[in-house]
C-alpha cells in the first residue's frame, strides 16, 4: 500500500566509508524495484534499478542487493562523498501498463567529513 | 536522456486563484505520466495517473475536480490547482514513465514549490 513518513530515519556515513541503506518493501508481486536520491528542494532522482529475477546489480559505487524471501531491499553506496548526502527513497512496482510506484519512507544519509 | 523539466519551479499565489503547472518530458515521449505531492520530511504521494488522450486516475482521497489534470500530447501533463487553500501547499512532482527493456521506468521532474498565502 502507500507509504506515508512521519520522520526520515538518519544514517550517519564518515566520508570514504561504505553506507548501506535498507528498504523493506510490501508487496510480494512487485517485481521491479528502484532506488532514488532527492536532494533537498529537487525531484527524486533515478540511480539504479533492479528486475525481480535478479538479486544484485552494480553501478558506478553502488550496489542494489534484492532479498525476495524477506521483501528486503538494500542500496550500498562506495567511499561515501559529501555530494551523495540526500534522501533516498526506495520504489517498487508490478511492471505494465501504468502501474504505480509505491515509495518507501526514505532515508536520510548525512555524510561527514 | 530520460529527462522531464516542471514549470514553474516555484509559485506564490493567493488563496481562491488557481495555478497551473506543466511537465513535460524532453527527449522521449510518455504515454503515461505521473503527479505527485509531497510535505516537508515525508515520502512522495501518488496523486493521479495520467494518461495522454485519456482522463487522469486519481487516488483515493484526492479531489478531481480540485486537481485538474491534462495530458494533451505525449510529452506535456498539466496540472491545475482549482481555488487554492493554504493547505495545498506543497511540493508537487511529476514523472513520465519511459518504456525501456519491457521495464516502466519512471523519471522525474525538479519539483514545483506552490505556496498558497
Known amino acids: 500500500g502507500e507509504s506515508v513518513g512521519l520522520h526520515l530515519p538518519t544514517l550517519s556515513v564518515q566520508e570514504g566509508d561504505n553506507s548501506i541503506i535498507n528498504c523493506a518493501y510490501s508487496n510480494s508481486a512487485s517485481d521491479y524495484f528502484i532506488w532514488y536520491k532527492q536532494e533537498s528542494g529537487k525531484g527524486p532522482q533515478f540511480i539504479i534499478d533492479?528486475?525481480?529475477?535478479?538479486d544484485k546489480r552494480q553501478g558506478q559505487r553502488v550496489t542494489v542487493l534484492l532479498n525476495k524471501t524477506v521483501k528486503h531491499l538494500s542500496l550500498q553506496i562506495a567511499a561515501t562523498q559529501p555530494g551523495d548526502s540526500a534522501v533516498y527513497f526506495c520504489?517498487?512496482?508490478?511492471?505494465?501498463?501504468?502501474?504505480?510506484?509505491?515509495f518507501g519512507t526514505g532515508t536520510r544519509l548525512q555524510v561527514t567529513l | 536522456g530520460a529527462v522531464v523539466s516542471q514549470h514553474p519551479s516555484w509559485v506564490i499565489c493567493k488563496s481562491g486563484t488557481s495555478v497551473k503547472i506543466e511537465c513535460r518530458s524532453l527527449?522521449?515521449?510518455?504515454?503515461?505520466m505521473f503527479w505527485y505531492r509531497q510535505f516537508p520530511k515525508q515520502s512522495l504521494m501518488l496523486m493521479a495517473t495520467?494518461?495522454?488522450?485519456?482522463?487522469?486516475?486519481?487516488e483515493q482521497g484526492v479531489e478531481k475536480d480540485k486537481f485538474l489534470i491534462n495530458h494533451a500530447s505525449l510529452t506535456l501533463s498539466t496540472l491545475t490547482v482549482t481555488s487554492a487553500h493554504p493547505e495545498d501547499s506543497s511540493f508537487y512532482i511529476c514523472?513520465?514513465?519511459?518504456?525501456?527493456?519491457?521495464?516502466?521506468?519512471?523519471?522525474f521532474g525538479p519539483g514545483t514549490r506552490l505556496t498558497v498565502l
Open positions: 533492479i528486475r525481480s529475477n535478479m
Open positions: 527527449d522521449f515521449q510518455a504515454t503515461t
Open positions: 520504489a517498487e512496482k508490478r511492471t505494465g501498463t501504468a502501474s504505480k510506484l509505491t
Open positions: 495520467s494518461n495522454e488522450g485519456s482522463k487522469a486516475t486519481y
Open positions: 514523472s513520465a514513465e519511459s518504456r525501456v527493456e519491457s521495464t516502466d521506468t519512471q523519471y
